[in-house]
């Protein structure tokens, strides 16, 4: 039976009509939201009160006073930011220990990551590309970045800085997503085999912290490989990040799973589809709309996580500015390195949370 048959063409939200931008609407939008009782105006003078004390200091510290060149620790200022160390180390934070003639190697990875998040916020590209190059993704930053065939293969010590960060972030979420939808049917199965299966693996990998298998999985697996067996260190973490990141999202998607009327499988088990239909079809696409909140916020845990692998030896962004910051000349500034960090975690999960509210604006807009 054909599903074009079943399942019409997709319902387009008719765009609402937006008001041009003017002071009298600001001026509404400002006694709505910030002067409308008594209590919210207090709150708002006391936090413009704040800000305006407070954020000039800060710029001047960061950008206005600070030096941003220099030879050494006698270059820096008393009472402002020295970026010096930032500056000179560039290479090291971004790029690891990676050689620098293969540096085109991870500028090619960074690029194809930053070119995902355009496609994902289009709306006229078709959705099957975008599913394909979302899916290929991990395959081309592995091939890239560790090599193999005509590229030269690269060893996991050469790995580290922003690129180990970005590296594990994106290919673990991208992984991590796919698992889960089959844990979560697992859990659903009515195979007892299966189901149990599932449900023993959710709960023992919810019941161990994240940190313990890093360190079996790095440590402890290759005591128990037969003689001259080694599998890479970075795979081992990688697998780690996939497979516990995917329990969490296995229990988000089984609750979507089961707030969905029973109606709509067994209307379509009585039409003549079966199991995978129903479920391609009917109901996960309804169970991911409805867990979209649980996941971005899941997927931003993840990135954040990849911080972990510090412990098992692999420097990843947070461990490399350690490590320059260990540096006898540079003890004690250590605080502009924080602030780098910061800025660019804000970046990537302010970016994830932003398509998270594009997808769930698009799904208001589909519902009206």
Known sequence: ???DNLFGAPVTARSQPKAPLSLKRAVKWAQ????????????????????????????DWMLFSAVFTGEGRADCVPHAACWIPIVDFYNVFVYGPYPAPEHWRVNAAFLLGVLAFPLLFSRRMPRKF????????????????????????????????????FFLGAIAMCLSLPVSILLALGRQSK???IRWICVGY????????????????????????????????????????????????????RGAIQALPGGQVEASYAMGCG?????????????????????????????????????????????????????????????EGLLMVSLFFFIICFSIAQYGAHLERGIEASRR
């Open 1 to 3: 039976m054909s599903t």
């Open 32 to 59: 709505r939201n910030l002067f409308q009782t008594i209590p919210s105006t207090l709150v708002t003078i006391l936090i413009t009160a704040i800000l305006l004390w407070q954020v000039p200091a800060a710029l």
């Open 191 to 193: 195979l007892r085999v």
């Open 130 to 165: 975008i599913l394909a190059y979302i899916a290929l993704l991990p395959v081309a930053l592995w091939l890239l970045l560790k090599g193999g065939g005509i590229l030269e293969a690269m060893p996991s010590t050469v790995f580290g800085g922003l690129m180990l960060t």
């Open 202 to 253: 959710i709960e023992f990998v919810r019941a161990v912290p994240l940190l313990t298998f890093l360190f079996m999985a790095s440590l402890m697996l290759q005591i128990f490989l037969p003689g001259g067996m080694e599998i890479d260190r970075l795979l081992r973490v990688l697998a780690v990040m996939i497979f516990v990141s995917a329990a969490y999202k296995a229990e988000i998607l």
């Open 275 to 335: 199991y995978w239909k129903t479920v391609i079809y009917i109901v996960m696409p309804q169970a991911l709309r409805n867990s979209v909140p649980a996941l971005i916020n899941n997927f931003i845990g993840l990135f954040k996580e990849t911080t972990l692998v510090m412990i098992v030896g692999l420097l990843e962004l947070v461990g490399t500015m350690r490590a320059v910051f260990q540096d006898a000349e540079w003890i004690g500034l250590h605080v």
